[in-house]
């Protein structure tokens, strides 16, 4: 499948890896939009949030049970952080592979 994150999630392209399990993979996103900036992505393909479903939503509760830890491993859980998914065209999406972005080290002042 010709899936950018499927090819980082299967090692063919490079990442710099912040937290990995069976269900899921967390890397810094490769432009950066804070001065943290991590990318997570379920370790199956779902195209976007349109695709969850009772099947694969065990997924998205993996992303969400890790996300306060992986934001305590890299030291801004208790600042806060912000988490954001685009889903399809009008969301902004530009990898068609499920994704939550995880920001933090900085205060978020707009919406
Ligand atoms: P989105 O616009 O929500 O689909 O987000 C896709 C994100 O993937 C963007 O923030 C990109 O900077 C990021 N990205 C694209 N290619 C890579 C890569 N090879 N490694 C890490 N992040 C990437
Ligand atoms: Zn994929």
Redesign the pocket.
């Known amino acids: 499948m010709d899936c ?1 994150f499927c090819k ?1 999630i299967g090692g063919e ?1 490079p ?1 710099t890896k912040v937290y990995e399990d069976d269900m899921l993979l967390a ?5 950066p939009q804070a001065p943290e900036h991590i ?1 997570i992505v379920p370790k199956t393909h779902i195209r976007s949030a349109n695709e969850i479903n009772s099947d694969n939503v065990k997924y998205i509760s993996a992303i969400w049970e890790k996300i306060p830890q992986i934001a305590a491993d890299l030291g801004f859980a208790e600042n806060g952080y912000r988490v954001i998914n ?1 889903c399809g065209h009008d969301g ?4 068609e592979h499920l ?1 939550f ?1 995880l920001l933090g080290g900085k205060t978020f002042t707009d919406f």
């Not at 890397?27 to 432009?31: C, E, L, T």
């Open positions: 950018l980082i392209i990442s890397f810094r996103d490769i432009n990318v685009n902004g999406q530009t990898v994704h972005h």
